[in-house]
């Protein structure tokens, strides 16, 4: 099926399944310990072997000598593989550096060695004996330093490195209130629970992996072409992710050794990567330099509009592309956005949830908090004076929805605003001094072809297959949901079978266009096997209608099981997309409410309440959706004031590489939370009339926090995040 | 994790002798510190002796009116005792300022003494690190600091003691009580037990080889309001940045202990004398020879802030 033109109406609109609060199908599975994760994978992949991955101990030089003795007379062990015994190795396409480093040593903990033996405990001991000599050479691990040194990317997923509308300079010269600020977002990890975790084993030349990871088919595909063997040969599962931000986007190291690992000790090998190799030998979310400049004529009108970041990689690597929400945003006839991107030896940046919109917005909002003061404007009032229905750089361009105005007047009922004093540091609690935020919210929606199977069988049962991936986010929910629709049945006869590249390929999970884009592949299969069952019946295709396991047309009724017969049928189809998405600009929006108290004495800030309004066209299942949402409001907090990656800045590696010293919020940081869904449907974006939203949740949210910090305190903090050390010297004084 | 031998001790004698027995032994009790850095090989001892049934276990009023609470005693038995909420209100505060409720279950009171920095470079042994590998340096002293001790530090070391519970005990003037392999026992004052780092990091109390903590005892009550103020960058499960254990008087004199600042809980009996002065002064007699870092300048400034806070607490109250 092919998505040309804006979606009419269509069996996903009678809302009997589809936009339920709906339990996630899968519930019973996860809370009764029986969805098998990757490392769980027990009968699948009886009796194997462990892989304990040695990681580098340098930011960036050679390994001089290797020696191996010691660990390969340990007890239990059964292979080492390294660089030099692995054979011919190419890089995945999706990979920045080599997965197998050696001899040279491109990142700290890039893989060297994985130790493979009877027992984990073995290879952990063994992998100890491991005795590696290097040398070291000088490495750039400061983006401040080499930030100057920054190329004009080529161009991405975040689109072209520069834009520029107008006139900026001049406008800006020329404009009567005007701001120029520098903020600084830090190298985030994503610090998700279940690592990285492979089980490899191989029969004959074929490779079957039982991983955790987000996108089965690039998965396949750099598995193939990093062993140099056809992608045929490759088989890829991954039925549950205990999260993944888009830390599992990719194939990484604990896959491909596993598959090296097997492949020579012919049996089974389990990987899981160590949880203090996961922060510098997996990806993160790059720190990032922006400046942003805004000017304004006396009544709030932004005439000038500049925003350019810096952020750093590894040669060949990408960059975060924080000015991407700034070209949307805000209307304004004189713009201007610039990305540059310089050479670092810290590990391999990449997406992390809401790549570019989040760091992005957590600068921009700041700022436009910063000028609507120098106007004297409310945040709120300011925004929505600068709002804008078309895309701001190509006027031609209609948004296909944009209540971003609806969400911000809503947020601010809802949450009192009027009660916020606009002067910062005069409202107290004791001890606490307390303050407001706001921040508008945008991510956007990309639509990806995507492709399912639907069986029907003689019992009236419905099966989807497809290789899309369920990260937590609730895809096996709303799948089952768009089939029941479709199909017009009860969700428990529909089972859903995700995350094994022998499905059909998907979207995967990744950029919030999964659940959109993974249910109008399914929908689009339903669709066909509707043809396919009235085609049977000599039902009217025009008339039939499908209901309570029935399909009825011209005064006849079937049963779907006598429909399917003793052969069941079988369909598969594909969405996709036409040039809708370039004639319209999708994006979804949201307005985050944050009221935070600092503590007077030791800046301290704790979030008292969050609100977050959302128009994300059709919300296909308000409890997962709910989830996604609160979700990435936690993961905006601990962005705004605790998440950072400490760079090491002589030895080139973040130091904190666990969980005790990397912190994300606990419990006792995340106060009530409240989220708000726009009645929405928007037919441009799919025949389901969704969009994402999983990601929308984060964009702003750590601008929100620190406007209310500054609305607290008075204290304007440009570099995240927002601990107490950058406020105290401004609090008031202690006695 | 190295292969080890293990044994259960049947009293504590016997275990401070199979101490001596076993050159480089370690004792483990709850397990929570000493099982991760076995499994990390930060620790490698070659042979356990189990401590758990050493009837240890007790909290026991004193002829002197205070309290002995013995080695094994859990974190979450020793904050939850009546007469520790009643009569030492900062000792149970702490204790609940820490870890998780899990890690509480566990961890027991000689255990919490003696648990190790958590310097991320103590961590990672591919870093140099003097506490770790005695003379291969100090990788913090010029790295990623924020955390870490701002007084008392050395050119060799400049890790934190983490405990929250030490600070109370020391702002208590609680002692430590141990057996010795020989079999004499002996009585340390919680003042004397941790040592300063030195040139020795790695040495970390004045404990002898094979001495074994049997129990903590608390003088007879203070008084006063008991405060233990923690500070850190979450609201729960993360180690103090700066913490304050505080037993304030009716007529504003007091004691002061702080934790997150040094390699052992810090307090300086003279700089009490300034407390009717209040924050300020006493800060700058506590920190007056501070060296910090400049990554974590900032807690010289804090802990003047936070004693403000405790101060005005106790004032409050």
Redo the contacts between chains.
Sequence with gaps: MKFETPATTNPIDQLKVVGQPLDRVDGPLKTTGKAPYAYEQHEAAPNPAYGYVV?A??GKGRISSMDLGQAKAAPGVLAIITAENAGKLDKGDHNTAKLLGGPEIQHYHQAIAVVVAETF?QA??AA?LVRVKYEAAKGSFDLASVKDSGKKPKEGFGGPPETAVGDFDKAFAAAPVQLDATYTTPDQSHAMIEPHATIAAWEGDKLTIWTSNQMVGWGVGDMAKTLGIQKENVRLISPFIGGGFGGKLFLRADALLAALGARAVKRPVKIALQR?LMINNTTHRPATIQRIRLGATKDGQLSAIAHESWSGDLPGGEPETAVSQTRLLYAGANRLTAMRLAELDLPEGNAMRAPGEAPGMMALEIAVDEMAEKLGMDPVEFRILNDTQVDPEKPERPFSQRRLIECLRTGAEKFGWDKRNAKPGQTREG?WLMGMGVAAALRNNLVMKSAARVKLDKSGHITVETDMTDIGTGSYTVIAQTAAETLGVSLDKVTVRLGDSTFPVSCGSGGQWGGNSSSSGVYAACMKLRAAITLKTGLSATEAIFADGKVSAGGRSVSLAEAAGDKGLEVEDTMEYGDLDKKFQQSTFGAHYVEVAV?S????T?VRRMLAVCAAGRILNPKTARSQVIGAMTMGVGAA??EEL???K??GFF????L??Y???????IPHQEVIFLDETDPISSPLKAKGVGELGICGVGAAVANAIYNATGVRVRDY?I???KL??Q?PA?? | ???FTYERAESPAAAAGAAMRHPGAKFVAGGTNLLDLM???IEEPMHLIDVNGLQLDKIEPTPEGGLRIGALVRNTDLAADERVRRDYGVLSRALVAGASGQLRNMATTAGNLLQRT?C??F?????PCNKRLPGSGC?AV???S??LAIIGVSEACIATHPSDMAVALRVLDASVETILPDGTTRTIPIADFHRLPGDTPHLETVLQPGELITAVTLPKPLGGTHIYHK?????????A?VSIAAVIQRDGSGRVAVGGVAHKPWRVEAAEAELPR???AVTERLLADAKPTKDNA?KV??V???L??V??EAKGA
């Design positions: 990681g101990a340098i405990e952990r001991s100890q203090a001890r503590d004495f030791t800046g301290e704790r004031l605790m400490k760079v090491d002589k030895r130091v904190n590489h666990d005790a010293s912190e994300v919020p606990v419990h006792a940081d995040p601990t107490l050390d105290i010297d609090l202690v006695a | 994790m190295k292969p499994k990390l090989e958590r991320p470079y961590y990672d042994t591919n870093q990788s010029d790295g990623a924020r955390q500070v850190r960058d979450r609201a729960s499960y993360a180690f940045l209040g924050a300020k900032f400034k804090l003047e802030r936070v403000g806070a101060l005005a």
